[in-house]
């Protein structure tokens, strides 16, 4: 197999879950958490792989 032909089955496959997602969900930009949000308020969610337990 070439490199073109396993590019674009890479391509294909990376467009195929985009679309998948955006067929199961279509984006809600008023539900979505703001980028960059130093100074909101905003509590941080989620957590951080680096961190160490108590």
Same mark, same amino acid.
């Given at each position: $197999? %070439? !490199? !073109? *032909? *396993?590019?674009?089955?890479? $391509?294909? +496959? =990376? ?5 998948? @997602? $955006?067929?199961?969900?279509?984006? @809600?930009? &008023?539900?979505? /958490? %703001?980028? *960059?949000? &130093?100074? %909101?308020?905003?509590?941080? %969610?989620?957590? +951080?792989?680096? =961190?160490? /337990? @108590?």
């Amino acid at each position: $197999m %070439s !490199r !073109r *032909i *396993i590019a674009l089955a890479a $391509m294909a +496959f =990376a467009v195929g879950i985009v679309a998948l @997602d $955006m067929a199961a969900s279509p984006p @809600d930009p &008023y539900a979505a /958490p %703001s980028p *960059i949000a &130093y100074g %909101s308020g905003q509590a941080q %969610s989620g957590g +951080f792989c680096g =961190a160490l /337990p @108590d």
